[in-house]
């Protein structure tokens, strides 16, 4: 049963969690196009109480209990954890809009595979094509949604050509760090059979000091973004209410309930609660890329991430009503497709040719097949 309700958990909170997270982040974006700084602080405070919660001990009057992994290796995790984040939300800041964002970042599973390829792994020819296959169809499903959101993928009008070069660039050194850190991670869970919850709760709390130079731009971009109008839902939720009304008092439990919610969404501004739900919703991504890496290679984290960033193209496009055209059917073909392929090559084929190798060895031990 937990074996079925592990990979059920990690895919909900990685679909789930990420694919909203992306809506909340363009709301933010939107208002204040510089706020990736608190944007970032924001999730790694929260990630750090809500993770506290699974590294302390109640018998020891709730303190931090040891960790498996040496403290300063962890300093080094959070150090480029920090690096990350900072850099991928700093791009923001350069007018990169968030489908160009989201298509640089689908570069991760090419970097990761080059990371581990340096590191001296092997992969095998259908792994390599899956995910060169993988990364053309998220760029074709991304350009594809953006002609369909009439977003630019170019520099456009609304940045200059060096804003967007610096945008890039920042974006790619992120690439980089993030596969050096994928590997990097993947190590330590072999070495030290740490939990991912470790992992999660030490990543974000060393790298919180880091934070401290930043306090006067933090409290800028806050304010800013408290300054904004609140969500405006009455006239979405109506057609909700009406129904409400039809079936049942205005005072039934159903009605009650729409009513309610729409208060306390329209109540706090929209740059906060927009920047509360996104760090909500990190949370969940990040939990369960945590427990997807401490139970998969890198690689298949990064496969596992593409996919999820295709479902959040096709997610928008089916809820904001635009057409899935000719490019989003091929790119969901081909993400789909090489995901598949991945998987059956990772998790059976090659798994199956190691075991035949085995049992070959194991029958025709090297002194008999020198003998031969």
């Not at 990979?7 to 510089?34: D, Q, R």
């Not at 800041?93 to 990371?115: C, D, E, N, Q, W």
Request: glycine share 6%.
């Amino acid at each position: 049963m937990i074996d079925v309700l592990v990979p059920l958990i990690t895919t909900s909170l990685i679909f789930g969690g990420c694919c909203t997270n992306v809506f909340a982040l363009e709301g933010i974006i939107k208002s204040e196009p510089s706020s990736g700084l608190i944007i970032t602080f924001f999730q790694f405070v929260f990630t750090t109480a809500c993770a506290y919660l699974t590294q302390c001990d109640p018998s020891q009057a709730y303190t931090v209990r040891k960790p498996r992994i040496p403290i300063q290796k962890w300093v080094f995790v959070a150090a480029l954890f920090y690096s990350i984040n900072m850099l991928n939300n700093w791009a923001f800041a350069y007018k990169i809009s968030v489908p160009v964002h989201i298509i640089l970042r689908s570069f991760g599973s090419v970097t990761t595979m080059i990371a581990g390829a340096l590191r001296g792994k092997r992969y095998s020819t259908l792994q390599v094509a899956s995910v060169v296959l993988l990364t053309v169809g998220v760029l074709v499903s991304a350009w594809a949604d953006s002609e369909g959101k009439g977003k630019s993928m170019s520099v456009g009008s609304e940045a200059s050509a060096s804003d967007f070069t610096t945008g890039l660039a920042i974006l790619l050194l992120a690439q980089l760090l993030a596969a050096y850190q994928g590997a990097y991670t993947e190590d330590l869970y072999a070495q030290y059979k740490a939990e991912w919850t470790e992992n999660l709760f030490y990543s974000h709390l060393l790298s919180l000091p880091l934070f401290l130079p930043f306090a006067e731009t933090l409290r800028h971009h806050y304010t800013r973004l408290a300054t904004t109008a609140p969500l405006q839902l009455r006239s979405v939720a109506e057609p909700w209410l009406a129904y409400a009304r039809r079936e049942g008092a205005p005072t039934g439990s159903l009605y009650k309930t729409l009513e309610t919610l729409c208060t306390l969404l329209e109540r706090p501004p929209r740059g906060i609660l927009f920047l509360v739900t996104n760090a909500i919703t990190q949370l969940s991504c990040i939990s369960g890329v945590s427990l997807l890496a401490a139970q998969s290679s890198a690689v298949t984290v990064t496969i596992v991430l593409n996919i999820r960033k295709l479902v959040s193209f096709i997610l928008s496009t089916l809820l904001f009503g635009h057409v899935m055209n000719a490019k989003m059917v091929l790119g969901a073909t081909l993400v789909f497709g090489s995901g598949a392929l991945y998987g059956w090559e990772t998790s059976w084929r090659l798994p199956r040719a190691r075991r035949r190798l085995a049992s070959l060895e194991a029958k025709n031990p090297a002194g008999e097949r020198k003998h031969q």
